[in-house]
């Protein structure tokens, strides 16, 4: 299976390309090593979160016509912490996410 995460898009857009780059790379970390079976389709879903005080991050919603990427997306993600340089609590962040085979 692939995951795909594409680049995140903050709502500051004077924010430096480094600390996304590095909140992109522990998203896909976070989510490789999927169980999702896909079977001839291609899962697709857009995330949003912010992070709290604590940096960890908090799932808002997930846009996605199938229930399991859902679950699969807000179970790897939620409260998990990230490392962040540029940190401004509520924040929030766009992450397109795709899962095929």
């Not at 079977?39 to 604590?54: K, M």
């Amino acid at each position: 299976m692939l995951l795909f995460v594409g680049s995140i898009f903050a709502n500051d857009v004077k924010s430096k390309d480094n600390p996304r780059k590095k909140l992109s790379t522990q998203i896909s970390e976070l989510l490789n090593d999927n169980s999702i079976i896909v079977q001839g389709e291609e899962l697709t879903a857009t995330v949003l979160f912010t992070v709290n005080e604590e940096k960890e991050i908090v799932v808002l919603s997930v846009k996605t016509d199938s229930g399991k990427l859902e679950q699969f997306v807000k179970g790897r993600l939620n409260y998990q912490k990230v490392t962040l340089e540029d940190y401004r609590e509520g924040r929030t962040y766009s992450l397109p996410v795709r899962v095929s085979e």
